[in-house]
């Protein structure tokens, strides 16, 4: 896997996957960004969220759940001194569909954080991980 960072200007940067798909980054005003992109500790988190909702939507369609919407809300913690790792991240499910079995739901979250999400178990590597969830049903 290659990526390739771009200065654009003061601290924005263009990031393009090997995939071809492009993101800009920016910093907070107060060390010089216009806060025109996502930071690069967000790009971290929002990188877990995706790799865990892929793996709970995949293993949730192969059990056949009759998903309808699949929301990641995370919270997440930094050390106060450098490196300002995350140190604490909350990941919170909100699954919502027709008849979904909590069993279901609950064992495709472990699996992605226990097994799959490649993402979950490298940042648990500095940071204490808890899941959780709410299953929303709908007529």
């Known amino acids: 896997m290659k990526a390739r960072i771009k200065w654009v ?22 060390i010089g960004g216009r806060n025109l992109g996502v930071r690069p500790m967000e790009m971290l988190l929002l990188g877990l969220g995706g790799c865990s909702a892929i793996d709970v939507m995949l293993i949730l369609k192969k059990s056949r759940e009759a998903v309808d919407d699949c929301v990641v809300e995370i919270d997440a913690q930094r050390a106060t ?11 919170h499910f909100v699954v919502t569909g027709k008849a979904l079995k909590e069993a279901t739901v609950k064992r495709a979250i472990d699996l992605s954080a226990e097994k799959y999400c490649s993402a979950s178990i490298m940042l648990g590597k500095t940071a204490v991980i808890t899941h959780d969830y709410e299953i929303r049903e709908i007529a």
Not at 18 to 25: F, I, L
């Open 81 to 91: 001194q450098d490196p300002k790792v995350f140190t604490q991240i909350h990941v």
């Open 9 to 30: 200007q003061d601290v924005m940067f263009v990031g393009e996957s090997e995939t071809g798909h492009a993101v800009v980054m920016d910093g907070a005003p107060d």
